[in-house]
């Protein structure tokens, strides 16, 4: 009786650490994002460029997320003039500008000096003094999710 008591403890403790680990698995981008609470005005760009979709769908994606103290950097007015349905397009850019089709790792960056964005241009990736990608710093790098991996910057990088 003690033996079958303890094999159906075990079983039940097997039982809730699956379920536990299927809960860890990764969310996606727009999800870690949101999540993360300090992508408030990027999560709020995505959406007005209408790219939730696609930045959940399977990727993968490797995303440099402006925090929402980089989106405050820009000239007053200027998000929220972006947000207008009449710079849908324009938001569009410059949100893809943020991203590189790929997973790509901080250790992966460090070994390359440039990336093609999904918008088309390439961004400069610098090692001096940490990683910075054109003139943003990555203050946190290698936030995994299940379609990609995001690198936290602290300025909103734009389109030449």
């Known amino acids: ?4 008591t303890l094999l159906a403890g075990v079983c039940a403790l097997a039982l809730a650490f699956t379920g536990t680990m299927s809960a860890q698995k990764p969310a996606d981008i727009v999800d870690t994002a949101i999540a993360a609470g300090s992508f408030k005005t990027l999560v709020a760009a995505v959406q007005a460029a209408g790219l ?4 959940k769908g399977a990727g993968p994606f490797t995303v440099f997320a402006p925090t929402d103290e980089a989106f405050a950097k820009l000239p007053k007015g200027t998000v929220e003039n972006l947000l207008k349905p009449e710079n849908k397009a324009k938001l569009a850019s410059i949100l893809t500008y943020h991203v590189v089709a ?3 790792m ?4 460090m070994k390359v000096d440039s990336a093609t964005t999904v918008q088309g241009q390439k961004v400069a990736i610098k090692h001096t003094n940490g ?8 203050v946190k790098a290698d936030i995994a999710t299940s379609n990609g991996v995001i690198h936290v910057i602290d300025t909103v990088i734009m389109p030449k």
């Open 131 to 138: 990683v910075t990608v054109d003139n943003a710093k990555v």
């Open 102 to 104: 790929g997973k790509v």
């Open 52 to 55: 939730v979709d696609t930045l």
């Open 106 to 109: 901080a250790a992966d960056a």
């Open 1 to 4: 009786m003690q033996r079958r």
